[in-house]
Each structure stands twice: as structure tokens, then as C-alpha cells.
């Protein structure tokens, strides 16, 4: 084959050069991407992972048990780790792609900055209080997010086609600042607000002898949370068979609390000093003890004293005579479970910025976050009625001949919102009042058993009662209690056994009866302190009174307390009267509010 050699022919360049592909436009330098996305980046970790856990916990720092020192410094740290590995990979996409995830991180950091700024409205989660939300009020909530998603986007390709992406850039790292800049203000002013004295948290309760009892004498108190008289009877309708273990106990249908929610109720009932709201929270705590004979009467029996609760709710110069009393060494970082704490402060966040479809997910109650937070060997879990039944089992009961006279005081969850355990005690994650009361009474049942197996049931006195029932008013539109409330109040003197029946009670008796009966079983002077309850009268004429404190939220706090007289039978509201007697909350054991008794009330005309 003969191969013809033909000239190759290139079009000639126009005006005599070459032309080359043109070259793809970059958006981005390496340093302009580094500048979004630290801005954009520090704008939204800071908001989500530091800023608001911290104002929650700031605002609330009772509630919460573990210690300030390390807890910034660990979201600090944490907030910054996240910055630069989603920044790092952010730089690695492709100009469009990047600009897009910025833009993403962008609004949504917005969204929930604005939620948690102005759409949150009154939230109660610290109480463990499930919200339910109209269907309305969350599609709204939701069109708005879609419209703040919406505002950014358009922005985008509006100065996107106008070619004017550094202004856009510009705005996303202006704005991005300025909320960082305002958020950290924020911060700076409420840490300075906060009670620094409430900052200090260190001693902790542990269950060291928590199931030790003397084989001469015992005071056992149980106290189921939130526990109303009407929840009684609802759970005896279910379980007719639930108080038939109570053998030898008076049950007084005709109780009253003293106070309306679980503080100051347990530090009253500790000390019998009862709280105005007008004084810092550990101030009260630490004087009501200082100026109470309660406690050390109990003391000067030699009776061995353990009190199973929170340990805020211990004055100072009680915790040398409560012998599960035990140093938190706060300076050391492995008080804390760092993961814990990382994964409880995020979902107080979410619960915060969350839109409220989502805000369910995300729900939390403060003793669940002490509990998961704290790493303190044999703590004692506040709140954790499944735990407590699970190592009862395994302990049981044991006399230690060592004690002439045992005093136990047993904070369970009763009826509380946030229950985890069913009718036979066993953890659920799903529950009801009446399941979880009669899970408590099954407690209350083995408890008793195990007692009288070991021949002291009889020579005990035990008291059944709650800090308080139903608190029932929930807005600033209705400060006054919504129907007749009170706890449940059951007592076995010593002397009475399992050959005795239960009996009911209609004397008017209340949390200020508990004082004289227990120091008077232990022997020890009580006169000063009034009577007994079984020394009351049945229907006796009688005044006692009750401090409402009206309307909780996570932000907003307690408003007023309120003071009722209460004459004849508690149970009929007509017998409750407001004595005019009104104190605006001032310091609390949670957020306070801003709003004052006197602008809430309505002026005649």
C-alpha cells in the first residue's frame, strides 16, 4: 500500500495568536474561605454548644449539681474542635458546594439563634415536664423557620447573579460577628449576675448505709415527690390493693404542705424554716439549718442520721452530723464525665433552639443531667426510683447494732413528672402516675417486709408523706392555686405492728406536725416545735397555711409567693383563702422573673 504524505492543516489564530480554553473562574481564595468559615463556624458552635447550655445552667445554677470551674472552658474547647474540622472540610469542596454549606450552617444557626431569642415563649423542661404544644403554634413556629431559610436564600442568588459575591460574604461574616459579639455580652453579664456562692458545690450525698437500719429504733421518712392526695385516689381505683401492706399507719386525708414545689419544701421539712424568696438560695439554705434545733435534736440522741436527696438541700452546718455527707474535691476534672456532660449541655441546647416540632426529642429534667454528669463514686441518685428499688434488691436491709437509733429520709420521685419506673418498680420508658405510684407503694411494701422479717418494724415509726401535691397555676394570667391540693400523709408510730389495721384519719395535720412527731420519737424534747399529729384532733378547728409560688419556667423562673389560710377540710377550696399576705420572689432555687406581683395583678377599673 502506497502511503501519500498530506500536509496537516491548523486554522490560522485570529489576530496571529493561539487561543486557549478559558480558564474556570474561582470563587474563592484559600484565605477568603478560611475568613467564612471561622466566621460562619464560631457563630453557630458558639451559639448551639456554649452559649446556650451556659445560659441555662447560669440562670438556674441550684438546680444543677456539678461544678462552673471546668464546665466553660470544656464547651469552650469542644466549640472550637468543632470549628475547625467542619471548617477544614468545608474548604475542601468545591467553590459552589462550599458556599452552599455555608450558606446551610448559615440559616440554620440564625433559626435557632432567633428561636431562642424570641419564638421559645415559657418552657419548663428543668422539671421534667413534657410540653405539649398546639398544632397551630407549631406550624407557625415552622413557617417561620422556612421563611428565615427562605430570606437567606434568596439574598444568595439575588447578589449571586448580580456577580456580587463579596458583599454576600461580607454580610454572612458581619452578621455572623456581631451575634458572637452580643451573645458573648450576654454571657459575660449573667455570669457576673449569678450567685457566685452558688458556684461552690462541694460535698455530694452517697449511699454509703443507705439500707442500715438500728435494731432499737428508727424514724423512716419516705417522700414521694409530688405526690397529691387526689393521685392517691385515682391509683386506688386502678389497685385497690395498694395500701393493704400499710399495716399500723394512720392515713390523714386532711393534710396540707407547707410549701408548693420540691425547694423550699425539703429544706422546710429538714429544718421547719420556712422560705420568703428573699434571700439568695444557699444563703437560705445554710441559715435555715444554722437557726433550727431539728436536726441536732436528733443528733444529741446519738442517733446515725442519712438523708437521701439533693445535696443542695444541705446547710452547711448540718453536713458534720448527716453521715453520708461526702467531699466533692470540685478542682479535679474526673468529678465530671466529660462525654456525659458534652451530650447532656447539647441536649439542653437543642431543647432551647430546636423549632418546637423538634423540642420533644430533646427533653430533659435537671436531676437526669446531675445524675449523668457526676462521676463520684457511690453518689446518690436523686430522682432515680428504678436504680434505688435495683440496689435495695441487691443490698436488702441490715440492722447495724452499732446504732442506738437510725434517722432515714428518703427523697424518691413518687409522682413527679419524669417517672421511670412501672407498677412492680422495673424501669419503663414509659409510665403513668397511677403505674408509677404503685411502683412506689411496692417499694414502700418490700421495704416493710424486710423489716418486719428482721423484728423491727414494730419498734419504728415510719411516715409516707410528700413535699407537696398538685402545683397547679401555670401562667401569669392566674397566679392563684386552681383547685385544693395537698400531699399524702401516712404515719406507723412505733408500737403499732402488722397485726394492726390501717386506719384514716381526718385531723387537720400538715408538714409542720412532722417536726414534734419525730423528735418525740426519739425521745427527745419537742414541745417548742407543737404537737404531734396524732395528738391533733379530728376536724379540729384549725388555721394552717400554705405558700404557693406561682408560674415556673426555664427563663422567666417563679413570680410570687402567696399566702393561703386554710379552715376545716382541705380537700373543699371553699376552705382556702388568700390572707393578702404576697412576697415577690426575689432569689430562687431556679431562673427568677423579671415581672413583678404588683404589674401582674388586675387594677380595679
Known sequence: MIHENVPHTFPEPENGACKMPPKKEKWFTLKQKIALVLSVNTFVALSVLLFAPMEVYLGNINEFAFPFNHIWWLLLVFSVLI??????????????????????????GLCCYIQSLALNGQMGSLTGGEKVYGRSLVLVNLLIWLLIFAAVIVLTLVLIKRKKRKILTTILE???LAIVAMQTVAFVSLLAAADMASFQKTDYLTTEGEFELSGKNNVVVFILDSCDWSYIDNTLKRYPDL???????????????????????????????????????????????????????IYETGADIRIFTEAAFIGDSAKSQVSNCALMEQEKLSVLSIPDLLNQMLKISLYREMPYAAKPQFQYESSAVND??????????????????????????????EYPAAFRFYHLNGAHIGSN?????????????????????????????????????????????????FSSADSYENLEVRGATGPLFMIKPAGKGSGDPLVRSDAPVGHLDLFPTILKAFGAEYQDFGRPADEIGEMEARDRYYYFSAFVSDEDGEIVLREYRIRGDARDLNNWSLTGRNWDIQYSQRAVSKKRFQDLIKQPG
Do not use: W
Request: one cysteine or more; hydrophobic letters at 40%.
Open 372 to 401: 449523668a454528669v457526676l462521676n463520684l463514686p457511690d453518689q446518690y441518685a436523686a430522682g432515680d426510683d428504678a436504680l434505688f428499688f435495683s440496689q435495695f434488691q441487691e443490698k436488702g436491709l441490715t440492722v447495724n447494732s
Open 243 to 297: 395500701l393493704d401492706e400499710m399495716k399500723g399507719f394512720t392515713y390523714y386525708t386532711n393534710a396540707v404542705s407547707t410549701h408548693s414545689r420540691t425547694y423550699p419544701s425539703i429544706p422546710y421539712m429538714l429544718t421547719g424554716e420556712i422560705c420568703y424568696f428573699d434571700k439568695p438560695y444557699q444563703e437560705y439554705i445554710n441559715q435555715a439549718y444554722a437557726g433550727s434545733r431539728f436536726l441536732p435534736r
Open 421 to 469: 419506673i412501672d407498677e412492680n418498680a422495673i424501669r419503663t420508658e414509659k409510665t403513668d402516675i397511677e403505674s408509677a405510684l404503685k411502683g412506689n407503694f411496692h417499694i414502700l411494701d418490700t421495704y416493710i417486709q424486710q423489716m418486719q422479717q428482721l423484728g423491727i418494724y414494730e419498734n419504728s415509726t415510719i411516715i409516707v408523706t410528700a413535699d407537696h401535691g
Open 83 to 108: 470549628t475547625l474540622v467542619v471548617g477544614a472540610v468545608e474548604c475542601l469542596l468545591p467553590d459552589k458546594i462550599f458556599l452552599a454549606a455555608n450558606i446551610a450552617v448559615f440559616a440554620v
Open 174 to 176: 458581619f452578621v455572623s
